[in-house]
């Protein structure tokens, strides 16, 4: 049986979560620990569940509570359930509960680089993407288009920021992923020494295309996409193994970074495993 809890006003303590701390308190990088992210829609929240991910909290309107999050609710009979007047829900949120649920979940530790690595043929690297939209919109480009892992840097989005997670469609539960710090010199250099050889998808003089054969047959490929408008920094690029890029037609220079992320990870991905 779900704890169902009916809210008549909007200062109820349990409801701070999902409208009154910003994403940084929600985040707590002093105590990770103590981390939460909210997911929309009873499909994300799925995958998050499927992935292993903690409920604390729900959020919805009384009507879901017996139709579509249904399901979810079965899972979690312990975690308590928000529910109050629609317009009161509205008020709280800033905007309708058109995706119906709300759920606020428990960050979870991440692995380190070399764990997140040991198994992998394909990484993808984000540098400095400030976009959740375009954050989100790669991952889910790389959980489609066959990459193993997602690395990004210190100053790159939070892939667990309610945008990204939502343009994700939930993939960000699915695809491993982790930060990777000292960037870039220690990241790169300790991404050479797990064995991979290191591409950057940038717009140089010298960028070879990503057609190019021998970048297929790399065992082990990381694959460096960087912040939108000016791409990934000098120092990175000159400290990869080659740049690369997308060929392209009617004198267009270049792609959206999420567009880009697709082109890229489809074409450099890893032939010899089996596509599902």
């Not at 300790?190 to 057609?211: N, W, Y």
């Not at 004198?251 to 596509?275: I, Q």
Request: aromatic share 6%; glycine share 6%; charged share 20%.
């Amino acid at each position: 049986m779900s704890n169902i809890i009916y809210v008549q006003t909007l200062d109820h303590p349990g409801l701070d979560v999902f409208a009154r701390l910003t994403e940084a308190q929600l985040r707590n990088r002093r105590e990770p620990e103590k981390g939460i992210f909210i997911a929309e829609s009873p499909k994300v929240i799925a995958r998050a569940l499927d992935g292993g991910y903690e409920p604390l909290s729900f959020l919805m309107e009384e009507k879901h509570i017996t139709g579509q999050a249904k399901e979810l609710l079965e899972q979690c009979p312990d975690v308590p359930v928000y529910t109050g007047p629609s317009q009161l829900l509205a008020q709280l949120t800033g905007f309708p509960l058109t995706r119906g649920v709300l759920c606020a979940m428990r960050r979870p530790m991440l692995p380190s680089v070399e764990q997140l690595c040991a198994n992998a043929h394909r990484v993808a690297v984000l540098e400095g993407i400030s976009d959740p939209t375009n954050v989100g919109a790669i991952f889910r480009s790389a959980a489609a288009m066959h990459m193993d892992a997602v690395l990004v840097t210190p100053n790159c989005c939070d892939p667990l920021y309610r945008r990204s997670v939502r343009v994700s469609m939930g993939t960000v539960f699915q695809i491993p992923w982790t930060r990777i710090p000292q960037w870039p010199e220690g990241g790169l250099a300790q991404l050479k020494s797990l064995g991979f050889r290191t591409v950057a998808m940038a717009l140089t003089p010298d960028a070879i295309s990503i057609e190019e054969p021998w970048l297929r047959q790399e065992e082990k490929l990381a694959i460096l996409l960087g912040t939108e408008g000016d791409g990934l920094s000098r120092s990175t690029i000159s400290g990869c193994d080659a740049a690369v890029c997308i060929p392209m037609a009617h004198d267009v220079d270049s792609l959206n970074v999420a567009a880009a992320s697709a082109v890229g990870f489809w074409e450099l991905r890893y032939r010899s495993k089996p596509l599902i």
